[in-house]
């Protein structure tokens, strides 16, 4: 029944992506015209096509009318993030074994309410190669890994937070409630220089 909702959904936004999003943006999904540059590192227009179609599967989140162009905005948005980011992580050589992406896709699923099956069934409807979906999985541990790297030493947790954080959540133990702590310093460490790295940034918008 779940399967049956997801496909039925997923077709609906098939036909809601051709009328509203291709049209809106005024390419096809074989068009790699430059959309951005970045420090002179390419997003292509088929880039945030397949982004976009991805976002929206993983989400849930429908197009519509109203919220077209903020959708695509966000997209572009996302796609030059993580093109800094990568800069960022091939400076620093950091890499992602195939047991490290195979425990961040469990969890993906695990939190998930489709599977990996349906998924690629999903993506094949939209002419989305499971590849980008593996891509985008691997850019994200590669981010928390040069992160954790560079800032984990740095930050701490105090007896008084960690109380705090077990008197609000009665069932987590102490370790989980200090992850949670920690997770939030680095999670500031991480916007911290995402915002660096996009005001230092050469960005074209074409």
């Known amino acids: 029944m779940l399967k049956t909702k997801i496909l039925i959904k997923t077709l609906l936004i098939i036909l809601i992506f051709q009328s509203l999003v291709l049209n809106a943006i005024a390419f096809n999904t074989n068009d790699h015209r430059i959309a951005v540059l970045v420090n002179d590192q390419l997003i292509t227009s088929y880039d945030v096509v397949q982004?976009?179609?991805?976002?929206?599967?993983?989400?849930?989140?429908?197009?519509?009318?109203?919220?077209?162009?903020?959708?695509?905005?966000?997209?572009?948005?996302?796609?030059?993030?993580?093109?800094l980011k990568n800069q960022k992580i091939n400076e620093y050589d950091i890499s992602v074994s195939e047991e490290e992406y195979l425990n961040q896709e469990l969890r993906f699923y695990q939190n998930s309410q489709i599977n990996k099956e349906d998924l690629i069934e999903i993506f094949e409807l939209n002419d989305i190669k499971?590849?980008?979906?593996?891509?985008?999985?691997?850019?994200?541990?590669?981010?928390?890994?040069?992160i954790s790297g560079m800032y984990y030493r740095l930050t701490s947790a105090s007896e008084i937070e960690i109380e705090e954080i077990i008197m609000n959540n009665p069932n987590i133990s102490k370790k989980t409630a200090r992850d949670i702590i920690v997770q939030k310093q680095l999670d500031l460490k991480s916007n911290k220089m995402i915002r660096d790295l996009f005001n230092e940034a050469t960005i074209e918008y074409k």
């Open 51 to 83: 982004r976009m179609k991805l976002s929206v599967i993983l989400s849930g989140i429908e197009i519509t009318a109203e919220n077209n162009n903020q959708i695509i905005n966000s997209v572009v948005d996302e796609l030059v993030k993580e093109n």
């Open 130 to 146: 499971y590849s980008e979906f593996k891509k985008y999985l691997i850019n994200d541990i590669s981010w928390q890994k040069l």
